[in-house]
T-cell receptor, first 113, second 117 residues
Framework: GQQLNQSPQSMFIQEGEDVSMNCTSS?????WLWYKQEPGEGPVLLIA?????ELTSNGRLTAQFGITRKDSFLNISASIPSDVGIYFC?????????????FGKGTKLSVKP | EAGVAQSPRYKIIEKRQSVAFWCNPI?????LYWYQQILGQGPKLLIQ????????DSQLPKDRFSAERLKGVDSTLKIQPAKLEDSAVYLC???????????????FGEGSWLTVV
């Protein structure tokens, strides 16, 4: 089945630093999404990417959909303590009645004030 | 707009007991998903409904897991009998068309946290 490789597995950074994480797949997706999950909560959608090469920002977050449709990256600029959490990439092929998400294993982000 | 509602939030049971989780999706969302998230991993799809029909249940352990969405709105996921390895977060999610630009964005509930002892 489809699998996503997400890296790094964890990051421990100083407040104010920029963060970069990425996701690669053995197969293509129509959509790439990035979710954030905080302890005791479900994943919350941060950014959705629908077109190969697309670069999208949401505040301090920027994500890109790779040209090959097999990869995506997420950057967080000027990190703050509330950025702490686990970031998941997910690939999706939608159309008709499908739309299931395939998730990476997550990048755990810790931010030191 | 209300989000995806799930209950109970937390449940501890002994192995071989049964448990049921309930989910009410975002109003108007036709597609409902149940995901299992084991600690340290990303969520994995168990079953997907489109209205009251099953679209994909290929990864549902059918010998012990069952799910239904009888009226095409809320859904119940049951585990009977539970095993130790079923300890996980059970996430319900829903999606509905928001226009051709956005595909089928999937929104998650807060999850039901199951511990099997």
């Amino acid at each position: 089945g489809q699998q996503l490789n997400q890296s790094p597995q964890s990051m421990f950074i100083q407040e104010g630093e920029d963060v970069s994480m990425n996701c690669t797949s053995s197969s293509i997706f129509n959509t790439w999404l990035w979710y954030k999950q905080e302890p005791g909560e479900g994943p919350v959608l941060l950014i959705a990417l629908y077109k190969a090469g697309e670069l999208t920002s949401n505040g301090r977050l920027t994500a890109q959909f790779g040209i090959t449709r097999k990869d995506s990256f997420l950057n967080i600029s000027a990190s703050i303590p509330s950025d702490v959490g686990i970031y998941f990439c997910a690939g999706q092929n939608y159309g008709g009645s499908q739309g299931n998400l395939i998730f990476g294993k997550g990048t755990k982000l810790s931010v030191k004030p | 707009e209300a989000g995806v509602a799930q209950s109970p939030r937390y449940k501890i049971i002994e192995k071989r007991q049964s448990v049921a989780f309930w989910c009410n999706p975002i109003s108007g969302h036709a597609t409902l998903y149940w995901y299992q998230q084991i600690l340290g991993q990303g969520p994995k799809l168990l079953i997907q409904f489109q209205n009251n029909g099953v679209v994909d249940d290929s990864q549902l352990p059918k010998d012990r897991f069952s799910a239904e969405r009888l009226k095409g709105v809320d859904s119940t996921l049951k585990i009977q009998p539970a095993k130790l390895e079923d300890s996980a977060v059970y996430l319900c999610a829903s999606s509905g068309l928001e226009g051709p630009r956005f595909g089928n964005t999937i929104y998650f509930g807060e999850g039901s946290w199951l511990t099997v002892v």
